[in-house]
C-alpha cells in the first residue's frame, strides 16, 4: 500500500532532485567556464609580464651604466631573475600554432639577458664604447620582446579566437537552454502534480460517488475504487458497511413481510371469530339452552338426542375458543368425531366416516379449526349432492419429521378451477350452511402457522371424488405466530 | 477530461523537452576544445625568411616553395618581413630574427652596410647561418653560406641578347637604375653591357633614380629630353619600369621603343601582356624558396659542408608579349 504521505514525499523528492541536478550542472558548469577564463587571463598577464620585466632589466641596466655601485649592480641582477623567472613560466604557454614564436621569444630573452651581461662585463672592464654599444643592443631587444609580445598575443587571440567565440556562443545556449528546461520542468511538474492529485482526489471522488448512491438508498451497487492508498483502505470499510447495511435492509423487510402477514392471519382470525359470533347470539345462553335440552332429552328418554346435543354444544364450544391458539390434532381428531355425529345425525346412513389413525401423532401441534372446515367441505360437496350417501375417510400417519391427514371423499369433484382458488387463498363466498370458515382460510392460516407453503395438496377427478392430503410439520420452523397471537 | 488534460499536458511538456534536447545538444557541441598546450619544444629546424618584399606574387611565390620544402623535410618555416621595400623594419626583422637564435636565415639580400653589419658580425657571433635568396650580397660582405636565385649576370646578358636580336647593332639604349646600386643591379648591368660592349653601335646611356614615384618620372623624362634619339630602355630594376612605362607613354608611343624589364615587380607581368614592353626575364621564385630551403637544411645537417659559395643558380626565361597572351 503506498501511502498518500509517500507519494507527496515521493514527489518532493523528484522535485528536489531535479532542481539539485540543475543546480549542479550549472554550478559544473559556470566553474569549468571560471577556470577557462582565468587560464586565458593568466596567460596574457604572464606575457605581460615578460614585457615589463624586460623593460625593467634594461632600466636596472641604464641605472647601473649611469651609477656603477654594488647595490645597482644586485637589483639588476634582481630584475634579471625575475626575468628568468617569467621567461620559464611562458614555456607554459607553448601550443602548437606559437611554438616558433614562443620559442624566438625566449631566446629574445636570452638574448636580452646576455646582451646585459655583455654590456656589464664590458663596463667593469672600462670599455665605455662597447658597453654602450651592448646596451643600445639591449634596449633594442627589449622593444623586440614588447612587440613579440604584441605578435604572440596577436597569434593567442586568432588561436583562441573561436575557443572565445564558443564560450560566448555557449553561454548564450545556455541561456537558451535554461529557458527551455525551465518551461519543460514546469509543464512536466504540472503534469506530474496533476496525476499525483488525480491519483489522490479520484478514489476520493469514487468515494463520494458511492457515498451518494448509498444516501439515495441504492445499496445494491458495489463500490470500486482503483487505488492502493488510505482510500482503498476506507473504500474496503466502507463497502463492507454497505454490504452489511443491505443485509440488514433485506433482513428487515423479510420481518416486515412477515408482520404484515401476521397482521393478515390476526385480521383473518378477527373475520373468524366475528362470524362465530355472528352466529352465535348468546353462546352462554345457548350452551345452557342445549344442556337443558340435553337433560331433557335424557330426562325423556330420548338418549340419542342428548348425546347429539351435547355434541352440538362441544362443537360450538370449540368453534369459539380454540380459533386464537395451536391446538393438539388429538382436539382436532375430537371435534371433528363430534361434527361427524351431528352429521351422522343429520344424513343417517347416507355418510359413513372411516379413520385410521396413527395414535403417536395426535400430539402434533397446529391452528385450530383445521380438519373441520376440511371435512364440513367434503361433507357439503361430497356427501350431501349424492342421494345414496357417501364415505369420508380420515388417514393420519406417520412421515418421519411430518404427519400426513388424508382426508377422502368418493363425491363428484371438485372443480380445478376451484381447487386453484383455494390453493391460491382467494376468498370463497362461503355456501349458506357451513360453520363459517372457508377452505382458503384454512390453508392460509396453515401455511401461516408452518411458515412453510407446502402443506397441502388437493387432487380432484371427475367422479372420484376430492382428495386433500395435509402435511404438518412435526417441529414448527418458528412460533411468531403465537407470539403475534399472544399479543393480539 | 482527465485525458484531455494530460494529454496535453503531456504533448506540451514533449515539445519542450525536444527543445531542450536540441538546445542541450547544441550546447554540448558548441563548446570547443582549446588548442593542445605543448610541453616540449619542437625537434625541428626552426627557419626564418625574411624579405623586404611580402605580399608581391614573387615573394608570394618565393615563400610557398620554401613552405613547402620546409614541410617535406620537417623544419619549421617562419616567413617574415616587410610591404613595401621598408628598409628599416627590414633590418629591424633580420635582426630580430638573430636574437631569436633561429637555426637558419634565407633573406633577401640587400647590399647595404647595415645589413652586412648584421650577417657579417652579429649573425655570425650567433652562429647563424645566412642564405641570401633573389638578390645575392657578395659573400666576402655578407659572410652568407650561399645564395640561391637567378644569375643576375646571365639575365643581363640574356636581356642584352634580345635587344640586339630585336633593335639590331644601331641605337642608343638607356639602362634605368635604382640609385641604391644593389650587389644584383650591378650584376645585370654589367651582364648587359657584356653583349652590348661588343656592338660599337650601340650607346649605353646608364640612369638613376631613387623609387620614389616623382624620381623615376622626372629621370624619365630628362633622360627622353637629353637623348630624344634613344631607341630602347632596360629597366634593371622592376620596382622602377611602371612608372617609367607611364612616363614614356606620357609622352609619346611606346610601340617605337624597345622596352624589357625584369620580373621582381608585381605590375610588370600586366605590361607585358598589354605589349607595354616587349620583353621580360622570367624568374623562378618557387625553385629559389624550395632550393633555399633544401641547402639551409643540408648546411645545418652537415650532408653539404661548406655550401657552393658561388650560389646554386634557378632558372631564368626571356618571355615576349606573345608568351603571356
Redesign the interface.
Same mark, same amino acid.
Given at each position: 500500500m503506498i501511502g498518500i504521505q509517500r507519494k507527496i514525499w515521493t514527489l518532493a523528492a523528484i522535485v528536489m532532485f531535479i532542481m539539485a541536478s540543475i543546480w549542479i550542472t550549472l554550478t559544473y558548469y559556470n566553474q569549468k567556464t571560471q577556470d #577557462?577564463y582565468d587560464?586565458i587571463l593568466q596567460r596574457y598577464l604572464l606575457m605581460n609580464e615578460v614585457t615589463s620585466e624586460s623593460s625593467q632589466t634594461v632600466n636596472a641596466l641604464n641605472i647601473y651604466l649611469l651609477t656603477p655601485t654594488e647595490g645597482n649592480l644586485s637589483s639588476l641582477r634582481r630584475v634579471e631573475q625575475r626575468l628568468q623567472a617569467a621567461k620559464s613560466s611562458i614555456?607554459?604557454?607553448?601550443? !602548437? =600554432?606559437n611554438?616558433?614564436?614562443l620559442?624566438? @621569444?625566449m631566446? /629574445?630573452i636570452?638574448?636580452?639577458m646576455e646582451t646585459t651581461n655583455r654590456s656589464i662585463m664590458f663596463k667593469s672592464e672600462r670599455e665605455s664604447e662597447e658597453s654602450s654599444k651592448a646596451f643600445a643592443e639591449a634596449t633594442?631587444?627589449s622593444r @623586440?620582446i614588447s612587440?613579440?609580445t604584441l605578435q604572440l598575443i596577436d597569434i593567442e587571440l586568432n588561436?583562441?579566437e #573561436?575557443?572565445y567565440?564558443?564560450i560566448i !556562443? #555557449?553561454a548564450e !545556449?545556455?541561456k =537558451?537552454?535554461g529557458i527551455?528546461?525551465l518551461?519543460?520542468i514546469t509543464?512536466?511538474l /504540472? /503534469?506530474f502534480t496533476?496525476?499525483f492529485s488525480?491519483s489522490i482526489t479520484?478514489p476520493v471522488q469514487q468515494l463520494t460517488k458511492a457515498a451518494q448512491e448509498l444516501a439515495k438508498g441504492r445499496f445494491e451497487r458495489q463500490i470500486v475504487v482503483n487505488s492502493s492508498d488510505e482510500i482503498s483502505f476506507l473504500a474496503t470499510t466502507f463497502e463492507r458497511m454497505r454490504v452489511n447495511i443491505n443485509n440488514l435492509i433485506v433482513e428487515i423487510r423479510e420481518k416486515a413481510r412477515l408482520e404484515s402477514e401476521l397482521q393478515q392471519s390476526r385480521l383473518l382470525l378477527k373475520e373468524s371469530q366475528l362470524r362465530s359470533l355472528q352466529s352465535q347470539i348468546n353462546p352462554h345462553f345457548l350452551f345452557n339452552i342445549l344442556d337443558t335440552l340435553s337433560k331433557k332429552a335424557f330426562l325423556e328418554g330420548a338418549e340419542e338426542t342428548s348425546d347429539l346435543l351435547v355434541s352440538v354444544a362441544g362443537l360450538l364450544r370449540y368453534n369459539l375458543k380454540r380459533l386464537d391458539r395451536p391446538v393438539t390434532l388429538y382436539d382436532e381428531v375430537r371435534v371433528v368425531r363430534q361434527y361427524m355425529e351431528i352429521q351422522s345425525a343429520r344424513f343417517t346412513e347416507r355418510l359413513k366416516l372411516v379413520t385410521q389413525i396413527d395414535e403417536h401423532c395426535l400430539a402434533v401441534q397446529m391452528p385450530g379449526l383445521t380438519l373441520q372446515p376440511i371435512i364440513e367441505n367434503a361433507v357439503i360437496h361430497g356427501i350431501e349432492p349424492l342421494e345414496e350417501g357417501g364415505m369420508i375417510t380420515v388417514k393420519i400417519t406417520d412421515a418421519d419429521d411430518h404427519v400426513h391427514i388424508e382426508i377422502a371423499d368418493n363425491g363428484p369433484g371438485m372443480n380445478p378451477d376451484k381447487i386453484q382458488d383455494i390453493l391460491e387463498e382467494r376468498v370463497v363466498e362461503p355456501e349458506g350452511h357451513s360453520t363459517g370458515i372457508g377452505f382458503g382460510n384454512v390453508v392460509r392460516r396453515l401455511r401461516l402457522f408452518y411458515g412453510v407453503s407446502d402443506v397441502i395438496e388437493i387432487c380432484s377427478e371427475d367422479g372420484q371424488g376430492v382428495h386433500v392430503l395435509l402435511k404438518l410439520p412435526k417441529t414448527r420452523r418458528s412460533d411468531t405466530y403465537d407470539k403475534a397471537i399472544d399479543r393480539g | 477530461m482527465h485525458k484531455t488534460i494530460s494529454l496535453a499536458l503531456g504533448s506540451i511538456c514533449a515539445v519542450f523537452l525536444f527543445f531542450t534536447m536540441i538546445s542541450a545538444i547544441r550546447f554540448v557541441q558548441s563548446s570547443w576544445q582549446p588548442p593542445q598546450l605543448q610541453t616540449t619544444q619542437d625537434e625541428e629546424y626552426r627557419l626564418v625568411l625574411v624579405t623586404k618584399d611580402l605580399g608581391t606574387p614573387f615573394w608570394n611565390e618565393v615563400g610557398e616553395g620554401a613552405k613547402a620544402e620546409a614541410q617535406k623535410s620537417g623544419a619549421n618555416l617562419e616567413i617574415w618581413g616587410t610591404y613595401g621595400e621598408d628598409r628599416e623594419d627590414f633590418l629591424k626583422q633580420l635582426e630580430i630574427a638573430i636574437d631569436s637564435k633561429v637555426d637558419g636565415i634565407i633573406v633577401q639580400g640587400m647590399d647595404q652596410d647595415a645589413f652586412d653589419n648584421l650577417t657579417k658580425v652579429k649573425a655570425a657571433f650567433y652562429g647563424i647561418p645566412i642564405i641570401t635568396v633573389a638578390s645575392d650580397v657578395p659573400m666576402s660582405e655578407s659572410m652568407r653560406k650561399t645564395y640561391v636565385g637567378s644569375d643576375a649576370w646571365e639575365a643581363g646578358k640574356t636581356i642584352g641578347q634580345r635587344l640586339i636580336s630585336d633593335m639590331g647593332d644601331q641605337g642608343q639604349v638607356v639602362l634605368m637604375g635604382d640609385e641604391r646600386k644593389e650587389y644584383d643591379q650591378k650584376q645585370r648591368i654589367s651582364g648587359i653591357q657584356s653583349v652590348l660592349s661588343q656592338h660599337p653601335g650601340i650607346q649605353i646611356e646608364y640612369v638613376t633614380s631613387s623609387d620614389e614615384e616623382e624620381q623615376i618620372s622626372a629621370a624619365t623624362q630628362n633622360v627622353m629630353n637629353v637623348f630624344p634619339e634613344v631607341k630602347a630602355f632596360i629597366s634593371v630594376d622592376a620596382n622602377l619600369t611602371p612608372v617609367m612605362v607611364q612616363e614614356i607613354e606620357r609622352r609619346s608611343q611606346v610601340e617605337p621603343y624597345y622596352i624589357y624589364s625584369f620580373d621582381d615587380n608585381p605590375n610588370i607581368l600586366a605590361l607585358l601582356r598589354r605589349g607595354k614592353i616587349d620583353g621580360m626575364i622570367q624568374q623562378s621564385p618557387v625553385e629559389m624558396g624550395e632550393t633555399g630551403v633544401k641547402m639551409m637544411l643540408s648546411w645545418l645537417t652537415g650532408e653539404t659542408v661548406p655550401l657552393n659559395a658561388q650560389g646554386y643558380m634557378t632558372q631564368i626565361r626571356m618571355l615576349s608579349p606573345e608568351d603571356v597572351q
Amino acid at each position: 500500500m503506498i501511502g498518500i504521505q509517500r507519494k507527496i514525499w515521493t514527489l518532493a523528492a523528484i522535485v528536489m532532485f531535479i532542481m539539485a541536478s540543475i543546480w549542479i550542472t550549472l554550478t559544473y558548469y559556470n566553474q569549468k567556464t571560471q577556470d #577557462q577564463y582565468d587560464d586565458i587571463l593568466q596567460r596574457y598577464l604572464l606575457m605581460n609580464e615578460v614585457t615589463s620585466e624586460s623593460s625593467q632589466t634594461v632600466n636596472a641596466l641604464n641605472i647601473y651604466l649611469l651609477t656603477p655601485t654594488e647595490g645597482n649592480l644586485s637589483s639588476l641582477r634582481r630584475v634579471e631573475q625575475r626575468l628568468q623567472a617569467a621567461k620559464s613560466s611562458i614555456v607554459t604557454l607553448r601550443n !602548437e =600554432k606559437n611554438d616558433f614564436v614562443l620559442t624566438s @621569444y625566449m631566446n /629574445l630573452i636570452d638574448s636580452l639577458m646576455e646582451t646585459t651581461n655583455r654590456s656589464i662585463m664590458f663596463k667593469s672592464e672600462r670599455e665605455s664604447e662597447e658597453s654602450s654599444k651592448a646596451f643600445a643592443e639591449a634596449t633594442r631587444i627589449s622593444r @623586440y620582446i614588447s612587440e613579440m609580445t604584441l605578435q604572440l598575443i596577436d597569434i593567442e587571440l586568432n588561436t583562441y579566437e #573561436q575557443f572565445y567565440r564558443s564560450i560566448i !556562443e #555557449q553561454a548564450e !545556449e545556455l541561456k =537558451k537552454l535554461g529557458i527551455w528546461i525551465l518551461l519543460a520542468i514546469t509543464f512536466g511538474l /504540472l /503534469l506530474f502534480t496533476y496525476w499525483f492529485s488525480l491519483s489522490i482526489t479520484r478514489p476520493v471522488q469514487q468515494l463520494t460517488k458511492a457515498a451518494q448512491e448509498l444516501a439515495k438508498g441504492r445499496f445494491e451497487r458495489q463500490i470500486v475504487v482503483n487505488s492502493s492508498d488510505e482510500i482503498s483502505f476506507l473504500a474496503t470499510t466502507f463497502e463492507r458497511m454497505r454490504v452489511n447495511i443491505n443485509n440488514l435492509i433485506v433482513e428487515i423487510r423479510e420481518k416486515a413481510r412477515l408482520e404484515s402477514e401476521l397482521q393478515q392471519s390476526r385480521l383473518l382470525l378477527k373475520e373468524s371469530q366475528l362470524r362465530s359470533l355472528q352466529s352465535q347470539i348468546n353462546p352462554h345462553f345457548l350452551f345452557n339452552i342445549l344442556d337443558t335440552l340435553s337433560k331433557k332429552a335424557f330426562l325423556e328418554g330420548a338418549e340419542e338426542t342428548s348425546d347429539l346435543l351435547v355434541s352440538v354444544a362441544g362443537l360450538l364450544r370449540y368453534n369459539l375458543k380454540r380459533l386464537d391458539r395451536p391446538v393438539t390434532l388429538y382436539d382436532e381428531v375430537r371435534v371433528v368425531r363430534q361434527y361427524m355425529e351431528i352429521q351422522s345425525a343429520r344424513f343417517t346412513e347416507r355418510l359413513k366416516l372411516v379413520t385410521q389413525i396413527d395414535e403417536h401423532c395426535l400430539a402434533v401441534q397446529m391452528p385450530g379449526l383445521t380438519l373441520q372446515p376440511i371435512i364440513e367441505n367434503a361433507v357439503i360437496h361430497g356427501i350431501e349432492p349424492l342421494e345414496e350417501g357417501g364415505m369420508i375417510t380420515v388417514k393420519i400417519t406417520d412421515a418421519d419429521d411430518h404427519v400426513h391427514i388424508e382426508i377422502a371423499d368418493n363425491g363428484p369433484g371438485m372443480n380445478p378451477d376451484k381447487i386453484q382458488d383455494i390453493l391460491e387463498e382467494r376468498v370463497v363466498e362461503p355456501e349458506g350452511h357451513s360453520t363459517g370458515i372457508g377452505f382458503g382460510n384454512v390453508v392460509r392460516r396453515l401455511r401461516l402457522f408452518y411458515g412453510v407453503s407446502d402443506v397441502i395438496e388437493i387432487c380432484s377427478e371427475d367422479g372420484q371424488g376430492v382428495h386433500v392430503l395435509l402435511k404438518l410439520p412435526k417441529t414448527r420452523r418458528s412460533d411468531t405466530y403465537d407470539k403475534a397471537i399472544d399479543r393480539g | 477530461m482527465h485525458k484531455t488534460i494530460s494529454l496535453a499536458l503531456g504533448s506540451i511538456c514533449a515539445v519542450f523537452l525536444f527543445f531542450t534536447m536540441i538546445s542541450a545538444i547544441r550546447f554540448v557541441q558548441s563548446s570547443w576544445q582549446p588548442p593542445q598546450l605543448q610541453t616540449t619544444q619542437d625537434e625541428e629546424y626552426r627557419l626564418v625568411l625574411v624579405t623586404k618584399d611580402l605580399g608581391t606574387p614573387f615573394w608570394n611565390e618565393v615563400g610557398e616553395g620554401a613552405k613547402a620544402e620546409a614541410q617535406k623535410s620537417g623544419a619549421n618555416l617562419e616567413i617574415w618581413g616587410t610591404y613595401g621595400e621598408d628598409r628599416e623594419d627590414f633590418l629591424k626583422q633580420l635582426e630580430i630574427a638573430i636574437d631569436s637564435k633561429v637555426d637558419g636565415i634565407i633573406v633577401q639580400g640587400m647590399d647595404q652596410d647595415a645589413f652586412d653589419n648584421l650577417t657579417k658580425v652579429k649573425a655570425a657571433f650567433y652562429g647563424i647561418p645566412i642564405i641570401t635568396v633573389a638578390s645575392d650580397v657578395p659573400m666576402s660582405e655578407s659572410m652568407r653560406k650561399t645564395y640561391v636565385g637567378s644569375d643576375a649576370w646571365e639575365a643581363g646578358k640574356t636581356i642584352g641578347q634580345r635587344l640586339i636580336s630585336d633593335m639590331g647593332d644601331q641605337g642608343q639604349v638607356v639602362l634605368m637604375g635604382d640609385e641604391r646600386k644593389e650587389y644584383d643591379q650591378k650584376q645585370r648591368i654589367s651582364g648587359i653591357q657584356s653583349v652590348l660592349s661588343q656592338h660599337p653601335g650601340i650607346q649605353i646611356e646608364y640612369v638613376t633614380s631613387s623609387d620614389e614615384e616623382e624620381q623615376i618620372s622626372a629621370a624619365t623624362q630628362n633622360v627622353m629630353n637629353v637623348f630624344p634619339e634613344v631607341k630602347a630602355f632596360i629597366s634593371v630594376d622592376a620596382n622602377l619600369t611602371p612608372v617609367m612605362v607611364q612616363e614614356i607613354e606620357r609622352r609619346s608611343q611606346v610601340e617605337p621603343y624597345y622596352i624589357y624589364s625584369f620580373d621582381d615587380n608585381p605590375n610588370i607581368l600586366a605590361l607585358l601582356r598589354r605589349g607595354k614592353i616587349d620583353g621580360m626575364i622570367q624568374q623562378s621564385p618557387v625553385e629559389m624558396g624550395e632550393t633555399g630551403v633544401k641547402m639551409m637544411l643540408s648546411w645545418l645537417t652537415g650532408e653539404t659542408v661548406p655550401l657552393n659559395a658561388q650560389g646554386y643558380m634557378t632558372q631564368i626565361r626571356m618571355l615576349s608579349p606573345e608568351d603571356v597572351q
